[in-house]
């Protein structure tokens, strides 16, 4: 079973950029796709972004343009870099597939909090 550890969260102003990562405890080369969720406060978790094995990537309507999806195979770990970030944006971040759970279960996320 695979675990994730999600870090890279914190509190920042509405504009700023956030990096966050997610180590898996396998090569997240045979993890496919490598997702990013996100549960804000009140709401359900909902799929931010995917990447597949070749590298294609799909990502929600309210973060198109401003997050990126990668993984660097080699240090068994996915990213989402995260810019231009507004208050909707703040959520508990998880790593994992489509449909979830999977490989392993949901890490303990990370928190992103976006101030206005």
């Known amino acids: 079973q695979v675990q994730f550890v999600e870090s890279g969260g914190g509190l920042v102003q509405a504009g700023g950029s956030l990096r966050l990562s997610c180590a898996a405890s396998?090569?997240?080369?045979?993890?496919?796709?490598m997702a990013w969720y996100r549960q804000a406060p009140g709401k359900q978790r909902e799929l931010v972004a995917t990447?597949?094995?070749?590298?294609?990537?799909n990502y929600a309507d309210s973060v198109k343009g401003r997050f990126t999806i990668s993984r660097d195979n080699a240090k068994n770990t996915a990213y989402l870099q995260m810019n231009i970030l507004k208050p909707e944006d703040t959520a508990v971040y998880y790593c994992n597939t489509v449909p979830p759970n999977i490989y392993g279960n949901w890490g303990q996320g990370t928190q992103v909090t976006v101030s206005s």
């Open positions: 990447i597949i094995r070749g590298g294609n990537t």
């Open positions: 396998e090569s997240t080369f045979t993890i496919n796709p």
